[in-house]
């Protein structure tokens, strides 16, 4: 099981990826909106912003936010890093319930890139 730490550590690797992306990936990831990142087996919550192309976490919470953010994953430790590190696709982990993404519906479209 993925810890704390090793969760953190791969948002960051996420942000990064999304900085130096391009085209359509960049596009989509220039959002600004509320972002949160449930991590079931874990029971925390990082809490941020999707802002000017990355992943600004402001703060990890017990259990699930407080406040319902714009774009919302949860998924399991392990999910989170095997799918940064390339080991589990997104698409696939979305498709089968491995990960659940809520968003707006406008939002759902931009984000779809980065499927």
């Given at each position: 099981m993925a810890t704390m730490a090793e969760c953190r550590s791969a948002l960051d690797r996420l942000s990064d990826n999304l900085m130096t992306a391009g085209g359509?990936?960049?596009?989509?990831?220039?959002?600004?909106r509320?972002?949160?990142?449930?991590?079931?087996?874990?029971?925390?919550?990082?809490?941020?912003?999707?802002?000017?192309?990355?992943?600004?976490?402001?703060?990890t919470v017990q259990g699930p936010p407080a406040d319902k953010a714009e774009i919302r994953l949860a998924m399991t430790g392990?999910?989170?890093?095997?799918?940064?590190?390339?080991?589990?696709?997104?698409?696939r982990a979305w498709g089968s319930g491995r990960v659940r993404l809520e968003a707006g519906f406008r939002d759902l479209l931009r984000l779809k890139a980065l499927l």
């Open positions: 359509d990936v960049r596009s989509a990831a220039a959002l600004d509320s972002l949160s990142c449930h991590i079931k087996d874990l029971g925390i919550t990082f809490t941020g912003r999707l802002s000017e192309g990355r992943i600004q976490v402001l703060d392990d999910d989170l890093v095997a799918m940064v590190n390339g080991e589990l696709n997104f698409a």
